[in-house]
C-alpha cells in the first residue's frame, strides 16, 4: 500500500491516465515520458534495490582487482544484458600506492536523439580495511543495487537525452584518500570522454553513494551545482520527502568531484551521517540490517522525478 501511494504520487494513475509528476512538482514536462510512464506504471521499487543490494554484499569484500569484484562484475552485467541499451565495460588500470591495479567501469547507455546527455552513477567496489570483514553494505552496495534498478526503470522509459547509467570502480582510496588516491573510475571516465567528446554533452551528472542507511538525511554538497541542488530540494519536497535532503553540509569529494573540476554540471546525493558520529562508515558494522528498502525508494523516486524534469527542459 505504501509503494501504491507512492505512484499515485508520482504519477496520479488514479485519476489522470496520462498525467505526470508535473501534477505532483508541478514541472513543465515531457509528454512522452508521461504517457510511458502512466501507461507502464513503471517506477523505482525500493525492495527491488535493496534485494539487489543484498546479492552484492553477498560477494563479500569487494576491493579493485579482487576475484571478489571480478565475480560481482560478472553478475551486475547479466542483470544489465537483458534491458538493452548499449552496454560496455571500461577497463583500465589504477596506478596505486601498491602498483598498478586493474580496474573497470561498467557503462550503460541508453541513446536518445538530442545529442544531449544525462548521467546516473555510483561506486560498486568496497574499501580494502585490514583485519576488519567488510561487507560494505551501505558503501558500496547500496549504490550498487540502486543502480540496477535504476537500470530497469530507465530502460522502459521514452526520452530524448542520452541516458548513462555508470558503475564506477576504484572510487575507495587503497591507502589514505588524496586525489591521486581515490576515484580512479571517474577521474579515467573523465579522460575518456573529454578525449572522445562525450564530456561536452553532459547536461548533468547525479550520483549516489551511501544511500541505503534506515536513517537517511541526505547532505547539501557545495561541490555540487546548485541549481542542482535546488532541484533535488523542489522534487523531494514536492513528493513529501523533504526531510530527508538537508540544506546543509559542506564539501564533498567523491565521483562527481572530476566531473565538476572538468566543468560538468554534477549533484552527489550522499548521506555521510551513517551510525551514531558516522560510526558505522568504512567498519565491520556497515551490514546489510543497516539499510531499508523505503530509503532508496525515497532517493529513487527523486532521482527520477529529476531525470523527468530535466528532460522536460529545452
Do not use: C
Not at 13 to 33: P, Q
Not at 258 to 282: E, T
Amino acid at each position: 500500500m505504501q509503494l501504491f501511494n507512492r505512484v499515485k504520487r508520482l504519477f496520479s494513475l488514479e485519476h489522470h491516465r496520462v498525467s505526470t509528476v508535473s501534477l505532483v512538482l508541478g514541472f513543465a514536462l515531457s509528454g512522452a515520458l508521461a504517457n510511458a510512464a502512466s501507461v507502464t506504471g513503471n517506477i523505482f521499487d525500493g525492495s527491488a534495490a535493496l534485494a539487489y543490494t543484498r546479492k552484492a554484499v553477498a560477494f563479500g569484500e569487494r576491493p579493485s582487482g579482487s576475484e571478489a569484484i571480478g565475480k560481482m562484475r560478472g553478475w551486475i552485467l547479466s542483470e544489465l544484458k537483458p534491458l538493452g541499451g548499449q552496454l560496455s565495460e571500461d577497463h583500465f588500470t589504477g596506478q596505486t600506492p601498491v602498483g598498478p591495479v586493474t580496474m573497470a567501469n561498467i557503462i550503460l547507455k541508453f541513446p536518445g536523439t538530442s545529442g544531449k546527455a544525462l548521467v546516473v552513477s555510483g561506486h560498486y567496489d568496497t574499501k580494502k580495511i585490514p583485519m576488519v570483514k567488510f561487507s560494505g553494505a551501505n558503501d558500496a552496495g547500496s549504490s550498487t543495487g540502486f543502480l540496477i534498478e535504476f537500470a530497469r526503470v530507465v530502460s522502459k522509459m521514452k526520452h530524448r537525452d542520452d541516458i548513462y547509467v555508470v558503475f564506477f570502480d576504484g572510487e575507495e582510496a587503497v591507502g589514505n584518500w588524496s586525489d591521486t588516491d581515490s576515484r580512479y573510475g571517474s577521474r579515467h571516465l573523465v579522460e575518456k570522454w573529454s578525449a572522445d567528446g562525450t564530456l561536452g554533452r553532459i547536461r548533468a551528472l547525479i550520483n549516489v553513494d551511501m544511500i541505503g542507511d534506515k536513517d537517511l538525511d541526505i547532505i547539501a554538497d557545495a561541490n555540487s551545482s546548485q541549481w542542482l541542488n535546488q532541484t533535488m530540494w523542489r522534487v523531494a519536497d514536492s513528493l513529501g520527502d523533504g526531510k530527508y535532503f538537508l540544506r546543509r553540509g559542506g564539501g564533498i569529494d567523491d565521483d562527481h568531484k572530476p566531473f565538476a573540476d572538468a566543468g560538468v554540471n554534477v549533484l552527489d546525493i550522499i548521506d555521510l551521517d551513517y551510525g551514531p558520529n558516522n560510526s558505522y562508515w568504512h567498519t565491520g558494522q556497515d551490514t546489510m540490517d543497516k539499510l531499508s528498502a523505503h530509503s532508496l525508494q525515497v532517493v529513487g523516486d527523486v532521482v527520477l522525478g529529476m531525470l523527468i524534469d530535466l528532460e522536460s527542459q529545452a
